[in-house]
């Protein structure tokens, strides 16, 4: 599996960024993976932004506050980030993730793009 995100950029505060993950090759078993993105700070845990699943059934870490919305094209095998309402907070390299349902401590990762927001 390649995750090939993309996207990223610098915004000013208040502004809004789409990124854009794709995935390719065999996925998983079944096909049934949740896809999520990521995010991490120099010196700091790589966080939960937001995930959703095949059925499109998503959850957000407690930052995002209704700012952001995941969705996802299956026949895409793409996920995908609207940030809206960015804040200078929210700079950080934001990653995508496949994994299979319910195994959140396995999948792949993508290489990194950063978004950075200015005050």
């Known amino acids: 599996v390649q995750l090939q995100a993309s996207g990223g950029g610098l915004v000013q505060a208040g502004g809004s960024l789409r990124l854009s993950c794709a995935a390719t090759g065999t996925v998983f078993r079944n096909d049934i993976y949740v896809m999520a993105w990521y995010r991490q700070t120099t010196g700091m845990q790589r966080e939960l932004v937001a995930a959703?699943?095949?059925?499109?059934?998503?959850n957000y870490g407690e930052f995002v506050k209704g700012r952001f919305a995941i969705s996802r094209d299956n026949a895409k095998r793409t996920v995908y980030l609207q940030m809206n309402s960015l804040k200078p907070d929210d700079t950080a390299v934001y990653y995508c993730?496949?994994?299979?349902?319910?195994?959140?401590?396995?999948?792949?990762w993508g290489r990194g793009t950063l978004v950075t927001v200015s005050s």
């Open positions: 993730k496949a994994n299979p349902l319910g195994q959140a401590n396995s999948g792949f």
């Open positions: 959703i699943t095949e059925s499109n059934i998503a």
